[in-house]
């Protein structure tokens, strides 16, 4: 099984919302990855976590918090996001950061008002 | 710096005849080469990947790539193209500096592919 599950599908908010975006893997890998994505451009990495802890912080805005609650869930926890936010946000993981492929979700579409 | 190139935006073909999606790369030590597909509206796929050995390598869904070192190239090809292959490809190079790998993949612009019947 090589799915990476991402929820929810869509998401609406207000400037001023709090909310969470969750992804789930169990595949045993070790390596998860937030990307986000603009339409017909390719993804942009936001933050990758190896063994639990946060090893890249590609200089996302703190208004971006990520979490990694055990190896197999990684949460995105968005406040006081812009319009220009709106976008495709990716998940992955990987066996570990070394040289292995990345299995992508199918992403959460976000959309700022 | 690492770099990936696709220097094409767009590739047409028509259904049955072979095709080819660019990739050039500059890296500095061994390169480590993936190809991903996406269809509209849906996360990546990995479709194969060079880290050593046959220059050829063959992935998922009837594709394969070549690994061209002088060149400094990984062409993705298909010998028949199918409508269902139309979508959008990236190319990547796996990020790594003298200190190890961080994980980090460096994505091409990508290509889509139009494949008429």
């Known amino acids: 099984d090589t799915e990476v599950t991402q929820t929810p599908k869509h998401l609406v908010m207000g400037m001023t919302n709090k909310k969470s975006l969750k992804c789930e893997q169990h595949?045993?890998?070790?390596?998860m990855y937030w990307y986000k994505q603009k339409a017909k451009k390719p993804p942009e990495l936001m933050f990758v976590?190896?063994?639990?802890?946060?090893?890249i912080n590609e200089s996302v805005p703190s208004r971006f918090s990520p979490e990694c609650p055990n190896s197999s869930l990684l949460n995105l926890h968005l406040h006081a996001l812009q319009p220009e936010d709106s976008a495709l946000y990716l998940c992955?993981?990987?066996?570990?950061?070394?040289?292995?492929?990345?299995?992508f979700g199918p992403g959460t579409r976000l959309t700022v008002t | 710096a690492q770099s990936v190139a696709q220097p094409e935006d767009q590739v047409n073909v028509a259904e049955g005849n072979p095709l080819t999606v660019k990739c050039t790369y500059s890296?500095?030590?061994?390169?480590?080469l993936f190809w991903y597909v996406q269809y509209p509206n849906r996360g990546l796929q990995f479709l194969l990947k060079?880290?050593?050995?046959?220059?050829l390598v063959k992935g998922s869904y009837g594709f394969e790539a070549e690994f061209n070192k002088s060149q400094t190239s990984f062409h993705l090809k298909k010998p028949s193209a199918l409508v269902s292959d139309s979508a959008l490809y990236f190319c990547?190079?796996?990020?790594?500096?003298?200190?190890?790998?961080?994980?980090?993949?460096?994505f091409g612009q990508g290509t889509t592919l139009q494949v008429k019947p």
């Open positions: 990547a190079v796996r990020d790594s500096h003298g200190s190890g790998n961080t994980g980090k993949l460096i």
């Open positions: 890296v500095s030590g061994n390169p480590y």
């Open positions: 595949m045993g890998h070790r390596a």
């Open positions: 060079y880290i050593t050995g046959d220059n």
């Open positions: 992955a993981s990987s066996q570990s950061i070394d040289v292995y492929e990345q299995y």
């Open positions: 976590y190896s063994y639990e802890k946060l090893s």
